[in-house]
């Protein structure tokens, strides 16, 4: 492929100005190519060394990344993303839908390039269907949305298989649309009417906004760790661990595995600072420590959660994206699951099988004990990356998996060895000893799930910026002072998603400054009580098994009428 550029003949590499075209065609030919702070950065070279993993990288392509960027990246590796660079572009960038969300492309030819304007966005189509969401009170403000105009949400028509956001019940061709995709049209029409309009306008004015708001956090040293809290922090974990060592030299082996359950929730909270560098802010002082704390203390692979992580942080709620919310056939937050949806992530169908069908019916019963037992999946899921080497294998991130494998030989040596087996005499106690201490984890799943399975799994489409998304598809928790060492951080999730690398104990003050934004843009802020949250995501729970329990009569009753739909 030849690639020409308009009025950039003689000017340095770096300052070769590309159209839309050209970077459209460069993609379509297999390039990884995306827009951080108006340069055109290539980074296949740097797929394989990514620490965070190629996934965020893909779902990055044809995209303006920079608030993502930023938000998850050190200024150091921000500065280390210009060596990639290859261009810049002039002017306000139009997304594409990158390839791994389904998005199109054509290749570009020399005669192309010079001669043709540049095209709609006729390569971002996309072929799956946005679910609906859920209903909340908007954070200070009582008004209702203005009714907007379809016009403004062309390029949403893209996302849906149905076509474009038009009146429900119908598509452009006139033909009745499916059950799935009215709940789908809904779950869209909902969120643009209750959230800002999606035309360039208005949301480059909360781009705006939102980048005013991080100097502001950072003006006020927000950023900054606060180390005293850490040490009230490690002699928490001190005092936890203790009386499990107490209690289990004692014989008694249920309240050793109460006080090691809570060592290893309050433990997760450290990890997950660790793995966003809110610590020291150093990428390997920080590293170190999280798989310190993840691997060799809990047994669960701090590289794994990374991977995990940083797409679940881009693609916030997506039901064929993010990771968080795949966890079929346990649990179903949408109808769009009931489809048999392919999970990106996992590279793997996530069906709807006969097993599915019964538990998502039963789901909304079957939530709170099936969290007890998460962490057992955990377990799997970090050796399933660590042996499959899903990591980098080179670069600044190669000697995670062999540090994390080691960690994990320690743990399984003094846990399993040494406290489960030589610790421990007889099989019940043992029985009792682990399911205890897995089973008091069960809340750091709550807290997980809680900020998301209620909240929107709709997909606005490319023109929907990074704040608007994050604040759209999360929600925090309302919660005493006191008791934010329980939470760990995971209350503010909200006010997490917009800038990950804020560390846990100032996220508090942060929650003022985020709310004065939210009033500011009009972006309704999610803010429930545990309990309510509570009831919304068990809500969310019990309507989608509805659904399905209403599908699977519908289809009996077609089956057994011969109606097929065929008309």
């Known amino acids: 492929m030849v690639f020409t550029t308009s009025s950039t003949e003689g000017l340095p590499r770096r300052d070769t100005i590309f159209t839309r075209r050209q970077v459209e065609g460069m993609i379509a030919d297999g390039k990884t190519v995306f827009i951080v702070d108006g340069k055109v950065l290539r980074v296949d070279a740097w797929l394989k060394y990514h620490p965070g993993g190629d996934k965020a990288i893909m779902h990055m392509v044809g995209r303006d990344a920079t608030d993502e960027v930023n938000a998850l990246h050190s200024a150091e590796a921000r500065q280390h993303m210009t060596t990639f660079q290859i261009g810049k572009i002039d002017g306000r960038w139009r997304n594409f839908l990158p390839p791994i969300q389904g998005g199109q492309f054509r290749t570009c030819i020399e005669r192309e390039v010079r001669t043709e304007p540049e095209y709609e966005d006729l390569s971002s189509s996309q072929g799956s269907t946005p679910p609906a969401s ?13 009714n907007r105009n379809l016009s403004v949400h062309s390029e949403v028509s893209s996302l849906s298989s149905m076509s474009s956001v038009e009146e429900i019940g119908k598509s452009h061709n006139g033909h009745k649309q499916s059950p799935s995709d009215v709940l789908t049209q809904q779950g869209i ?23 005013l708001l991080h100097e502001r956090i950072q003006a006020e040293g927000l950023f900054k760790c606060n180390y005293r809290s850490y040490f009230i922090e490690i002699c928490r974990y001190t005092f936890l661990f203790g009386m499990f060592i107490l209690c289990l030299r004692h014989g008694w082996y249920g309240t050793s595995g109460l006080f090691l359950g809570f060592f290893w929730h309050q433990l997760v909270f450290t990890a997950h600072d660790a793995g ?9 002082i920080d590293t170190v420590i999280g798989i310190i704390v993840a691997d060799f203390l809990g047994g669960l692979s701090l590289g794994w959660w990374k991977r995990s992580h940083n797409v679940h942080h881009i693609v916030t709620n997506s039901p064929e994206h993010d990771p968080d919310i795949e966890h079929m056939p346990l649990f179903a937050i949408s109808h769009r699951f009931f489809s048999s949806l392919r999970s990106t992530y996992y590279d793997r169908l996530m069906p709807y099988d006969a097993f599915a069908k019964f538990m998502i019916r039963y789901q909304n019963y079957l939530y709170y004990p099936i969290l007890t037992l998460g962490r057992f999946n955990l377990y799997r899921l970090s050796w399933e990356y660590l042996l499959l080497g899903h990591g980098p294998k080179k670069g600044p991130a190669w000697w995670h998996r062999w540090f994390e494998i080691v960690g994990q030989c320690v743990f399984w040596l003094w846990f399993g060895y040494g406290v489960v087996y030589k610790s421990i005499p007889t099989i019940g106690s043992r029985v009792l000893f682990v399911m205890v201490s897995h089973m008091i984890t069960g809340p750091i799943h709550l807290q997980i799930t809680l900020s998301h399975f209620a909240m929107s799994t709709a997909d606005l489409g490319i023109n929907e910026s990074f704040p608007q998304k994050m604040l759209r598809t999360t929600m925090d928790v309302d919660c005493p002072e006191w008791l934010d060492f329980f939470h760990g951080g ?19 003050p942060t929650q003022k400054l985020v709310q004065e934004f939210c009033r500011e843009v009009e972006i309704p ?23 399905a329990a209403i599908l699977a009569h519908c289809q009996r009753t077609m089956m057994e009428k011969g109606d097929f739909g065929y008309h």
């Not at 859920?134 to 203005?146: I, T, V």
């Not at 966003?276 to 390997?284: A, E, K, R, V």
């Not at 995971?490 to 508090?508: D, E, S, T």
């Open 189 to 211: 029409d909902l969120d643009l009417a209750k959230y800002p309009a999606l035309d360039p306008a208005t949301q480059d004015n909360i781009v705006r906004k939102y980048r």
């Open 525 to 547: 802020y999610a803010l429930y009580g545990f309990v309510d949250g509570n009831k919304e995501v068990v809500g969310r729970l019990r309507d989608v098994g509805r659904q």
């Open 490 to 508: 995971l209350q503010f999730q909200a006010i997490h998603h917009l800038y990950p690398r804020i560390p846990r104990h100032n996220l508090r």
């Open 276 to 284: 966003h560098m809110g610590i020291t802010h150093d990428f390997t």
């Open 134 to 146: 859920p209903l909340f009170e908007a954070f200070g403000s009582a008004r209702q949305r203005k």
